[in-house]
């Protein structure tokens, strides 16, 4: 038996010399010429429990070297499902035998030091292990400059979701700038080219899907019921977008055919309140969209929000510049299929408040042709229109970056 002074518990009995047990040592200090000759090696057996076939797999090896010892645990890796297997080369004959083996990782051993982690914990790093090493025996100031670093690093992990999400869109702006960049991008909705009639050109479930449709038709009730009197109230209270005003009362006879139209005026007119809302009232959602079905709510910030920690710690809804061209470019895109693919688009400008030549040019994205018209009262009109064979814009070389010298 060996006292805990030399690194091994009461508990380890040493294994017999008799036995087959060969302890072969690898260590980066095997250099030293006299290393194997002043180095001490004793592999101990758990005794504790012979009945517990896990303790009594058990081995502990003690390393010995010019007063400095080094411990190691080895448990029996028939108990684990893992063998290892060490080869032995016979030189004369050529031929290779595999014996078992056990893998042992040694550790300095120090007396009175207590290990702070169990089996089942991970084990510390060299750098961590070096800094309590440091915050114990180190002097004041090396202690004061851990404890400066680790507010340092608080600090930063405090705001880790913000800088994550400035990463995320200075990566997205920079993709805009790629060359061989196509100007029909993935921030427009699906365009089916191949259309051989209008209403083929989109798909209205690509902008609201079918679970929307059924919650918002609850919500036509008002809407079909209006006369020109609640129009023009409602355009005082700015309650809709002037899009969706100017288009009411509808007057299509099917009813479910008016009830779809009269939907999608109202998702429009919740883009439309989106694309407009100010940063910091993105978080308000319920505010923001009163009387509004909580599943359009959800859809919209899954497909044209962000999400991220502030400094607070507090959950950040933001809109890139990417996510709020997509927005915009499928507000259009929509605005065509409610208007039969004629759109008079000054409303939209006033309601998103972009200028019209920028709106004009989402729309020829889409293969839309933008033209002005002239009023017999002497105004001109807007009209953006979009025709069979749909023909995209062609690709667009666009080159960024800082020029090499």
């Not at 001490?40 to 090896?61: E, F, H, V, W």
């Not at 090493?133 to 600090?155: E, H, P, Y």
């Not at 929307?212 to 209270?237: G, I, K």
């Not at 959602?285 to 929000?305: C, S, W």
Request: charged fraction near 30%; include cysteine; aromatic fraction near 6%.
């Amino acid at each position: 038996q060996s006292t805990g002074s030399s690194g091994i518990n009461a508990e380890y009995g040493r294994v017999p010399e008799s036995t087959s047990t060969v302890v072969c040592t690898t260590s980066a200090v095997d250099r030293n010429k006299n290393f194997r000759e002043k180095t001490k090696i004793t592999c101990y057996q758990n005794t504790s429990d012979p009945d517990n076939p896990r303790l009594a797999g058990q081995r502990m090896l003690l390393m010995d070297c010019d007063g400095m010892q080094s411990v190691g645990k080895s448990w029996e890796s028939k108990v684990f499902g893992t063998q290892y297997m060490v080869g032995v080369l016979d030189k004369a004959s050529g031929e290779m035998e595999l014996r078992p083996a056990s893998m042992i990782n040694m550790k300095p051993y120090v007396a009175g030091w207590k290990e702070e982690t169990e089996r089942n914990e991970i084990e510390l790093g060299f750098a961590e292990k070096h800094k309590k090493l440091m915050m114990t025996f180190g002097d004041n100031r090396i202690q004061r400059t851990i404890r400066g670093k680790d507010r340092i690093k608080d600090m930063e992990s405090s705001t880790l979701g913000e800088a994550m999400q400035e990463a995320v869109e200075s990566v997205e702006e920079s993709a805009l700038t790629k060359e061989t960049e196509l100007s029909h991008s993935t921030l427009l909705p699906p365009i089916n080219v191949e259309a051989t009639e209008l209403a083929d050109v989109f798909c209205i479930t690509d902008f609201i899907t079918e679970g929307e449709m059924s919650a918002l038709l609850p919500f036509t009730e008002v809407l079909r019921e209006c006369t020109q009197t609640h129009v023009d109230e409602w355009r005082t209270q700015k309650k809709y977008p002037e899009f969706a005003l100017s288009r009411l009362p509808v007057t299509i006879e099917d009813e479910e055919m008016a009830r779809l139209r009269l939907a999608q005026l109202l998702y429009i007119s919740y883009m439309v309140t989106l694309v407009t809302m100010k940063q910091g009232r993105l978080r308000f959602k319920r505010e923001g969209f009163p009387n509004t079905p909580a599943v359009v709510i959800d859809t919209l910030y899954r497909k044209y929000t962000s999400q991220g920690q502030g400094e607070n710690g507090k959950v950040r809804t933001t809109i890139s510049d990417q996510q709020r061209a997509k927005l915009l470019n499928h507000i259009a895109a929509l605005a065509l299929i409610i208007d039969n693919y004629r759109v008079p688009y000054e409303e939209l400008c006033r309601d998103t408040g972009i200028k019209p030549r920028l709106l004009a040019d989402t729309f020829r994205q889409m293969g839309c042709s933008c033209k002005k018209l002239k009023k017999q009262d002497g105004s001109v009109r807007a009209i953006a229109s979009l025709s069979l064979p749909v023909k995209l814009p062609p690709l667009v070389i666009r080159k960024g970056g800082k020029k090499r010298d």
